[in-house]
């Protein structure tokens, strides 16, 4: 049986200090000195779990040095799930501040997050200075991870609680391993899309030729100079020709009638690509033929990921066009269906609605021909509405139709609005916890579009902790959602470590390069895709089980094997 080792120190790229310990944290054998921490690694290949005080610290230098672990348990990143489940969600959630806790010592504060240098991708926030000041000796380390585990099983569902811990540790494993892999990025593909876009550059770095001609139409139609990149300068030019509007948002310009609507939408959609992944952008990010944005999992309350710069998880389509695999290798580009109403069904246990989620095919159009006549809009209406907390018009209407033939989804749901309104703890399946009070800006899942989401622009009934609105409803809404989004974040989690597991212990050459919430993109050589499809399938019914135990629900997945990531929808 394979060895859990504690590992202290490395992180500068020096010395380290491994002691072998129990599946209880108590200490199993002597410690040991080793020069580095990929030779400790190297030299213990029975090692069932690394424990250490931080991945994005850690396993970088591994990589770096060739060396691969199977797993590991994150001191830092179970801090953080802990000290939400007790709570206290925004505490300082370091080694040494679990350690000072521990001991009635002043806590320290975390050290602020490094953004990613430009020009470097992920490889410039390895070693950040930070990193030594957050180190603990040995004795520290296994006092803070064995008080962990006790914690761990304090909690309400111990299991469960042990699981996400395992399942969010594996997530920085494989976050880790996309950053130093890289997502395949053709440089002279993205120039000749800009350039088929933009048109040519002029020189002082103002706005390409195509934006200039189509301010210049926009202007036209408002009889005088208007800049369309600045919002104000737009809604009172449209309030000058008599129309009045609250935002130069998309919806809201589509419906007018007026000669500056086209220029301007079509503006506004090439100056997203110019300003968010334009040349600029092309220099800063890609290098080598590959695209770097340091994901970082569980940036979001829900547990979904963010990147730290690039924009990585918003890719216009056009854009797409530039990732390519490199010859004689293949991307495996897999979409979770429906995942979260799926999600819904295994927590809620609700039996009508995991019958239809156990079928093959459309769980919406299940839902209609079992709920609403036939009528699908209807039925994805309802379902999305018990999620996100639509209850009003034809929203409350398809509401209570769904609460008629699934109780136990709607009931569910229900019940963690209510908990959210109270101000009450509310968590994930797995356990993962959102505040009850404002905390970070969790527009992503608030529902606000993020090419919409200005900084301080929030609807009045949306709750978006870190913002002023205190607005009850709009708590109860977001932990509505929460329960859902966030079980579905768990469940991804454990999908990319079965996914892991299986390409490495099937000797493949396969490489993971992209994730976003419902998305996995492989790279593979062509003679794998078969292989690489067959094990995306397998990991989702393998994270399935080991979520939500022997429910009948199932998580397909739509794959293509493509040569370029925009050939793929």
């Known amino acids: 049986m394979g060895v859990r080792w504690v590992v202290s120190g490395g992180e500068g790229g020096g010395e380290v200090v491994v002691v072998p310990v129990r599946g209880d944290g108590v200490v199993d054998g002597a410690a040991v000195r080793e020069v580095d921490l990929a030779a400790a690694v190297r030299a213990r290949p029975d090692a069932v779990r690394w424990v250490?005080?931080?991945t994005a610290d850690t396993y970088p230098r591994l990589l770096a040095a060739g060396v691969r672990v199977d797993r590991c348990y994150d001191i830092e990143v179970a801090e953080s799930l802990l000290l939400g489940h007790e709570g206290r969600l925004g505490e300082p959630r370091s080694a040494a501040a679990a350690f000072a806790r521990l001991h009635g010592l002043p806590v320290p504060d975390d050290p602020?997050?490094?953004?990613v240098e430009r020009g470097a991708g992920a490889q410039s926030a390895l070693f950040e200075p930070d990193s030594e000041s957050r180190q603990l000796p040995l004795?520290?380390?296994?006092?803070?991870?064995?008080?962990?585990?006790?914690r761990h099983r304090r909690t309400e569902h111990p299991d469960r609680m042990r699981l996400l811990t395992a399942a969010e540790s594996a997530g920085m494993l494989v976050a880790a391993e996309m950053n130093a892999t890289g997502l395949p990025w053709r440089a002279d593909v993205h120039r000749r899309v800009l350039d088929d876009l933009l048109g040519e550059r002029y020189a002082g770095g103002g706005e390409p030729r195509r934006l200039a001609e189509l301010a210049g139409e926009v202007s036209a139609a408002f009889g005088r100079r208007v800049r369309p990149d600045l919002p104000a300068d737009v809604l009172k030019a449209f309030a000058q020709a008599g129309i009045r509007i609250k935002s130069t948002r998309r919806w809201e310009l589509e419906p007018l009638d007026h000669?500056?609507?086209r220029p301007l939408l079509e503006y506004k959609r090439l100056y997203r690509i110019w300003v968010a992944h334009g040349w600029s952008w092309l220099q800063d990010w890609v290098a080598d033929g590959r695209f770097r944005p340091a994901y970082l999992p569980g940036g979001t309350v829900t547990g979904r990921w963010v990147t730290n710069g690039g924009g990585a998880l918003q890719i216009p389509k056009v854009i797409r066009r530039a990732v390519v695999a490199d010859p004689g290798w293949r991307l495996v580009v897999a979409d979770a269906d429906q995942m979260e109403p799926r999600v819904l069904a295994a927590i809620s246990h609700d039996p009508g609605l995991m019958e239809v989620a156990s079928r093959p095919g459309d769980l919406y159009q299940a839902v209609s021909d079992r709920a609403f006549?036939?009528?699908r809009e209807a039925a994805k209406l309802a379902?999305?509405?018990a999620v996100y907390g639509q209850t009003s018009g034809d929203g409350l209407k398809n509401l209570a139709q769904l609460r008629r033939r699934f109780?136990?989804?709607?009931?569910?749901?229900?019940e963690a609005a209510r908990a959210g309104e109270e101000g009450r703890l509310v968590r994930t399946w797995l356990g993962r916890t959102c505040p009850p009070a404002p905390g970070s800006d969790v527009r992503e899942?608030?529902?606000?579009?993020?090419?919409?989401a200005g900084a301080g622009e929030a609807r009045e009934d949306e709750w978006v902790p870190g913002y002023a609105s205190t607005n009850v409803r709009a708590r109860g809404r977001f932990a509505r959602n929460f329960v859902v989004q966030g079980s579905a974040a768990d469940w991804t989690l454990l999908m990319l470590a079965a996914l892991r597991k299986a390409l490495s212990e099937g000797g493949m050459s396969a490489e993971v390069v992209f994730f976003q919430h419902d998305e996995v993109i492989v790279h593979c050589p062509l003679a794998e895709a078969d292989a690489v499809v067959a094990a995306i399938s397998a990991a989702a019914d393998e994270a399935r089980r080991i979520a939500f135990g022997p429910v009948p629900v199932r998580f397909p997945f739509s794959t293509a094997v493509v040569e370029c990531y925009a050939d793929a929808k």
Not at 112 to 115: D, I, K, L, V
Not at 139 to 150: I, K, N
């Open 52 to 54: 250490w005080r931080s």
């Open 112 to 115: 602020p997050q490094r953004a």
């Open 139 to 150: 004795e520290g380390l296994l006092e803070v991870y064995a008080d962990q585990l006790r």
């Open 259 to 261: 000669p500056a609507v």
């Open 373 to 375: 006549a036939g009528d």
């Open 383 to 385: 379902v999305l509405g």
């Open 407 to 414: 109780p136990r989804a709607v009931a569910y749901v229900d």
């Open 445 to 452: 899942e608030a529902g606000i579009p993020q090419e919409d």
